[in-house]
């Protein structure tokens, strides 16, 4: 258990895949050293952002076990283990604490919607038969149910629940939030169009729960960074504006889509699609290398300039 704030950019990592279609564990290793070394706070394994609904559990299950072999002690490493039950979501949350997990994340269960009621009970189940922390993610866009403010707040008593990410669109319910001060990390989506991440920060917010950050980490960064002071405060504003166009392109088709495909383009480890999913068309995967080389990203990271062939 730990009481710590995760602060800052707490990505949400992709899952890279070989040409074979088996998951890329080497490139996993690339992408956590691209974050430590570009100032990530926190990665998130097997999130939306890691195609986790089209994974076998044998896959989450090794991607457990084989990523934690990768952990230096420099970012926590959380993992996604919603399950379409209460029982399956804690043989998952067990599984990943036996591997030695800082935490991990979970959503309700999607498809059967249950009640506000019902997943306040289900949080609650699984933090009181988890060995390490865990994280609340309340998105209503993908899973239906959606949790008030009163809701996120009576679940923040729980002493094993330590981060909220919220996915909404509404500020006031991130103002109550934050007004109450709860003891815990609230962060939000990186969405451009819920546009949450500059009213979070400006109401003292810890920082953004993120997947653009798979391609801008040192920006997501910076603009997740909590406010200390003045500079805080421009330098988010200033970069979340330069950035704007890159994260109208990363959700411009549903995560990680655009994100994954433009990795790929720009020479980082991703690979393809667990279908019915499939990458981007070639014109528009060319706006978002367009919007890369005017953002100065190729210079920056060192990324290539051609479109990758899958």
Same mark, same amino acid.
């Given at each position: 258990?730990?009481?710590?704030?995760?602060q +800052?950019?707490?990505v949400?990592l992709?899952t890279?895949?070989? $040409?074979?279609?088996?998951?890329?564990?080497? #490139?996993?290793?690339?992408?956590?050293?691209?974050?430590?070394e570009?100032?990530? %706070?926190?990665?998130?394994?097997? #999130? %939306?952002?890691g195609?986790?609904?089209l994974?076998?559990?044998?896959?989450?299950?090794?991607?457990?076990?084989?990523?934690m @072999?990768?952990?230096?002690?420099?970012?926590?490493?959380?993992?996604?283990?919603? #399950?379409?039950s209460?029982?399956a979501?804690i043989?998952?949350?067990?599984?990943?604490?036996?591997?030695?997990?800082?935490?991990a994340i979970?959503? *309700?269960?999607?498809?059967i919607?249950?009640?506000?009621?019902?997943?306040?009970?289900?949080?609650?189940?699984i933090?009181?038969?988890?060995?390490?922390?865990?994280?609340?993610?309340?998105?209503?866009?993908?899973v239906k149910?959606? !949790?008030?403010? @009163?809701?996120?707040?009576? !679940?923040?008593?729980?002493?094993n629940?330590v981060?909220?990410?919220?996915?909404? %669109?509404?500020?006031?319910?991130?103002?109550?939030?934050?007004?109450?001060?709860?003891?815990?990390?609230?962060?939000?989506c990186?969405?451009?169009?819920?546009?949450?991440?500059i009213?979070?920060?400006? /109401?003292? +917010?810890?920082?953004?729960?993120n997947?653009?950050?798979?391609?801008?980490?040192?920006?997501?960064?910076?603009?997740?960074?909590p406010?200390?002071?003045?500079?805080?405060?421009v330098?988010c504003?200033?970069?979340? /504006?330069?950035?704007?166009p890159?994260?109208?392109?990363?959700?411009s088709?549903?995560n990680p889509?655009?994100v994954?495909s /433009?990795?790929?383009?720009?020479?980082?480890?991703?690979?393809?699609?667990? $279908?019915?999913?499939?990458?981007?068309?070639?014109?528009?995967?060319? *706006?978002? !290398?367009?919007?890369?080389?005017?953002?100065? !990203?190729?210079?920056?990271y #060192?990324? %290539?300039a051609?479109?990758?062939?899958?």
């Amino acid at each position: 258990m730990t009481s710590k704030k995760i602060q +800052g950019s707490f990505v949400a990592l992709i899952t890279p895949f070989n $040409r074979d279609d088996s998951v890329d564990f080497e #490139g996993f290793r690339t992408l956590l050293q691209f974050q430590e070394e570009n100032g990530t %706070s926190a990665v998130l394994f097997m #999130g %939306s952002t890691g195609e986790t609904s089209l994974l076998t559990p044998e896959e989450r299950r090794a991607i457990v076990t084989e990523t934690m @072999k990768f952990h230096t002690g420099a970012m926590p490493f959380f993992y996604g283990c919603s #399950g379409n039950s209460t029982e399956a979501a804690i043989e998952n949350v067990r599984h990943a604490a036996g591997e030695g997990a800082d935490g991990a994340i979970l959503a *309700v269960p999607s498809y059967i919607c249950p009640s506000e009621e019902d997943s306040i009970r289900y949080f609650l189940d699984i933090a009181d038969a988890s060995a390490i922390p865990i994280g609340i993610y309340n998105n209503p866009p993908r899973v239906k149910t959606d !949790l008030s403010a @009163k809701a996120v707040l009576k !679940l923040a008593e729980h002493p094993n629940i330590v981060v909220n990410k919220e996915s909404t %669109s509404r500020v006031a319910q991130i103002s109550q939030l934050c007004a109450a001060r709860p003891d815990f990390s609230l962060m939000c989506c990186d969405s451009p169009n819920l546009g949450l991440v500059i009213p979070l920060m400006a /109401l003292s +917010g810890d920082g953004t729960a993120n997947m653009s950050g798979n391609v801008i980490p040192r920006e997501m960064a910076v603009i997740s960074k909590p406010w200390e002071n003045y500079e805080d405060a421009v330098n988010c504003r200033e970069t979340w /504006l330069r950035m704007l166009p890159m994260l109208h392109f990363t959700y411009s088709a549903i995560n990680p889509v655009a994100v994954k495909s /433009l990795m790929g383009a720009l020479g980082l480890p991703a690979g393809g699609f667990r $279908r019915p999913l499939t990458g981007l068309d070639e014109e528009s995967l060319q *706006v978002g !290398l367009d919007i890369a080389r005017d953002l100065g !990203l190729m210079e920056l990271y #060192g990324f %290539s300039a051609a479109i990758a062939a899958e």
